[in-house]
């Protein structure tokens, strides 16, 4: 089955701050997945990998960037950390085998991120 | 985009209790998933259901694609079952993006 690891649980970090978080996954899966979650309003879209250096905007890019210099690695980044980005954070990878687009996501632990 | 609405949004159980939640979307779906997200906050997969029914042990669910709506039923629930569940979905319309509800909060007392 697919593993997918993100490298914190909770976080703490200062308003203004480059923040990291990485996740890996080690199905060598073209496509990886961001996901902000708040209370309320479910899981949503922050930004998609389809290949290595491929990206596309999820829902609510606003604030963040990516990077995928490997296929295994997929990082978001907090270009300057603002209070409104303290949340859960969730990666995902779709299953193996056949059409992509069409298998379940599997979700890495969550970071929860604290912007003080 | 597609909709995708979850209810009840929060719904307490004794223990041993049976319950039924239901996904309703607003477009046709290739994919659909349940998934349960304990009081860590980690996201397990229940079911992969674009269709049909599935069981596993006292969880099952039902997806009836032509009408949009999807239903999970918990039997025999427990506390371990506390948490939130939500559904996700995938339009057909060919996005690669999975489109969450915002969940159905459960609370199974001892």
């Known amino acids: 089955d697919v593993k997918v690891t993100q490298s914190s649980r909770y976080l703490v970090k200062r308003t203004g701050e480059k923040v990291f978080l990485e996740c890996v996954q080690d199905m060598d899966h073209e496509n990886m997945f961001w996901y902000r979650q708040d209370p309320g309003l479910g899981l949503r879209l922050i930004y998609f990998s389809y290949d290595v250096k491929m990206k596309e905007k999820g829902d609510i890019p606003e604030g963040y960037s990516v990077s995928r210099e490997k296929k295994e690695r997929f990082s978001l980044i907090l270009e300057s950390a603002s209070t409104n980005q303290t949340s859960m954070y969730l990666c995902?990878?779709?299953?193996?085998?056949?059409?992509?687009?069409?298998?379940?996501?599997?979700f890495g632990d969550g970071t929860r991120l604290s912007i003080l | 985009g597609i909709q995708v609405e979850q209810s009840p949004p929060d719904l307490i159980l004794q223990e041993g209790a049976n319950s039924t939640l239901r996904c309703n979307f607003s477009d046709s779906v290739n994919n659909l998933q349940w998934f349960h997200q304990n009081p860590w906050g980690q996201l397990i997969n229940l079911f992969y259901i674009p269709s049909g029914t599935k069981q596993n042990g006292r969880l099952s669910a039902t997806t009836v694609a032509t009408e949009r709506y999807s239903l999970l039923y918990i039997s025999s629930s427990q506390t371990t079952d506390s948490g939130v569940y939500f559904c996700?979905?995938?339009?057909?319309?060919?996005?690669?993006?999975?489109?969450f509800g915002t969940g159905t909060r459960l609370k199974v007392l001892a």
């Open positions: 996700a979905v995938k339009s057909t319309s060919g996005t690669y993006k999975y489109i």
């Open positions: 995902a990878v779709p299953g193996t085998g056949g059409d992509y687009s069409n298998q379940p996501q599997h």
